[in-house]
């Protein structure tokens, strides 16, 4: 556990060296799955944990939202439709992982009385980052038009892990966002272009300067920023400068370092019903 009151820790930023730095070393600043020795153990978990959630919540499953074939979305409704919703955005460097991985996620606010949708989206190399980008809204739009059908219509809460939080942080601008929780986010896409990340992402220069949130003006809606005590530097450091920025434009929001968590352990804290992530997102609808 950790709050956003405990001392402010800022590691070492590989980026700071980057040009002296190989390849290889540049990829393993952004390997979270290299950098935590059990990821395979918790992503297992994570996936049986979401079948078990996915088959057995009150749902309504594989609801399409436009055209393509990852544009779809779950919705787990509250018992009332006014209920406060939590639209949750997976992550996976926005070429690997898929919606139904992250059900487990329901439990933690759905304890609460809350309603949860997780929309899915297109992946790289199939579809550009900018096309990416651009789903998110659609998914809300479609939410908002057809979501009390499906007995959701209360006030919204953005939030995302990892890719999913950049994705946040480039939608938290829609009119039906209340206010947004990111996770362990990218905000800088300029060094993820000189990773093999890029294989498959293929950034452009236009892309960097106008889909990098450390890059753009600023939505003066809320925006907590969480991120693990334990989690690579450069994403540490990311969710930092975003925070700064935030702060030095008057921007609402906190940081919130979670002890102990790391780039896969941080999801515990927003799925466990008392953990500290659900308690922030309740506390955006203050």
Same mark, same amino acid.
């Given at each position: 556990?950790?709050?956003?009151?405990?001392?402010l820790h800022r590691p070492f930023d590989p980026r700071s060296?980057?040009?002296?730095?190989?390849? @290889? #070393?540049?990829?393993? /600043?952004? $390997?979270?799955? *290299? +950098?935590?020795?059990? =990821?395979?153990?918790?992503?297992?978990?994570?996936?049986?944990?979401?079948?078990?959630?996915?088959?057995?919540?009150?749902?309504?499953?594989?609801?399409?939202?436009?055209?393509?074939?990852?544009?779809?979305?779950?919705?787990?409704?509250?018992?009332?439709?006014?209920?406060?919703?939590?639209?949750?955005?997976?992550?996976?460097?926005?070429?690997?992982?898929?919606?139904?991985?992250?059900?487990?996620?329901?439990?933690?606010?759905?304890?609460?009385?809350?309603?949860?949708?997780?929309?899915?989206?297109?992946?790289?190399?199939?579809?550009?980052?900018?096309?990416?980008? @651009? #789903?998110?809204?659609? /998914?809300? $739009?479609?939410? *908002? +038009?057809?979501?009390? =059908?499906?007995?959701?219509?209360?006030?919204?809460?953005?939030?995302?892990?990892?890719?999913?939080?950049?994705?946040?942080?480039?939608?938290?601008?829609?009119?039906?966002?209340?206010?947004?929780?990111?996770?362990?986010?990218?905000?800088?896409?300029?060094?993820?272009?000189?990773?093999?990340?890029?294989?498959?992402?293929?950034?452009?220069?236009?892309?960097?300067?106008?889909?990098?949130?450390?890059?753009?003006?600023?939505?003066?809606?809320?925006?907590?920023?969480?991120?693990?005590?334990?989690?690579?530097?450069?994403?540490?450091?990311?969710?930092?400068?975003?925070?700064?920025?935030?702060?030095? /434009?008057?921007?609402?929001?906190?940081?919130?370092?979670?002890?102990?968590?790391?780039?896969?352990?941080?999801?515990?804290?927003?799925?466990?019903?008392?953990?500290?992530?659900?308690?922030?997102?309740?506390?955006?609808?203050?």
């Amino acid at each position: 556990m950790a709050d956003d009151t405990s001392p402010l820790h800022r590691p070492f930023d590989p980026r700071s060296t980057w040009a002296k730095l190989s390849p @290889a #070393e540049r990829s393993a /600043a952004y $390997d979270n799955n *290299a +950098a935590v020795k059990n =990821s395979p153990a918790l992503i297992a978990e994570r996936n049986e944990a979401s079948a078990r959630m996915r088959a057995t919540l009150k749902s309504h499953l594989d609801l399409p939202y436009g055209e393509r074939a990852n544009n779809k979305i779950d919705l787990y409704p509250a018992t009332r439709p006014d209920a406060p919703c939590l639209v949750f955005v997976h992550g996976g460097y926005w070429q690997r992982n898929s919606r139904e991985l992250f059900a487990m996620l329901v439990e933690g606010v759905a304890a609460h009385g809350w309603s949860v949708a997780i929309p899915g989206y297109s992946l790289a190399p199939d579809v550009s980052l900018t096309e990416i980008v @651009a #789903e998110i809204p659609r /998914a809300l $739009d479609w939410l *908002a +038009a057809n979501g009390a =059908s499906y007995g959701i219509a209360g006030p919204i809460v953005l939030s995302g892990w990892s890719a999913g939080a950049h994705l946040v942080a480039m939608a938290l601008e829609h009119p039906r966002v209340h206010a947004g929780l990111a996770l362990s986010g990218v905000y800088d896409l300029a060094p993820i272009r000189d990773t093999g990340l890029n294989n498959a992402l293929k950034l452009t220069d236009e892309e960097i300067a106008k889909l990098s949130p450390l890059r753009l003006p600023l939505t003066q809606k809320r925006l907590d920023i969480a991120y693990g005590r334990n989690e690579l530097p450069a994403l540490v450091c990311d969710s930092i400068a975003l925070h700064e920025k935030r702060i030095a /434009a008057n921007a609402p929001g906190r940081l919130i370092p979670v002890e102990g968590a790391d780039h896969f352990t941080i999801l515990e804290a927003l799925r466990r019903p008392d953990g500290i992530l659900v308690e922030a997102a309740r506390r955006l609808l203050d």
